[in-house]
């Protein structure tokens, strides 16, 4: 799989599907997961408010993720996932790799051939970026993937682009001593 680094704007990715850092409500809050509902148009907040009429009554669990169409987005589908929040004490890096594990999941159930993800608790969450950039790295790397031929991580600002882009030159060092 082809892993790829940018900063940028996720709403305007092209990608089969874009990745949400929702909160367990589904229906909207502050920074990508606003972001994505103002630019996916109202049909995006109608079909959250299904989900959670029906399967997430109860709202999105942490570390889960389920899919709507994209809307007005040019992405394809939105893929909703809720990140561990650091300030109120979800600090387990294995919910955070659950979000990045299930998003994948739900992008193979979907048949996307990419896939884009902002940097998943991170911003608000209050994540140190440079553990969220190796948490998210190492679990899209090591990801079997079927159908998923290419992740890009779509970050906010150039300085977590560089947080990342360090993060994963470390991994493929560390990869190419083991291969040696």
């Known amino acids: 799989m082809q892993i790829l680094i940018s900063t940028g704007d996720i709403t305007t990715n092209t990608a089969d599907a874009i ?9 909207g809050g502050g920074g990508v997961d606003g972001a994505i509902h103002r630019a996916a148009g109202p049909g995006l907040l109608a079909a959250c408010r299904e989900l959670r009429a029906g399967t997430y009554a109860q709202g999105l669990p942490t570390g889960d993720a389920v899919a709507t169409p994209g809307f007005d987005l040019p992405a394809g589908w939105v893929i909703h996932t809720v990140g561990p929040n650091a300030r109120a004490g979800e600090t387990d890096p294995a919910l955070l790799a659950s979000c990045f594990r299930r998003a994948l999941d739900v992008a193979e159930e979907l048949g996307a051939q990419t896939v884009a993800f902002p940097a998943i608790s991170a911003g608000i969450y209050g994540w140190d970026p440079a553990v969220v950039a190796d948490i998210g790295l190492r679990t899209v790397r090591d990801y079997p993937a079927r159908s998923v031929r290419s992740v890009e991580f779509v970050l906010f600002d150039g300085r977590t682009e560089q947080i990342f882009q360090t993060a994963w030159q470390g991994l493929e060092t560390a990869a190419g001593e083991t291969d040696a």
């Open 19 to 27: 990745v949400n850092a929702a909160s367990s409500s589904l229906l």
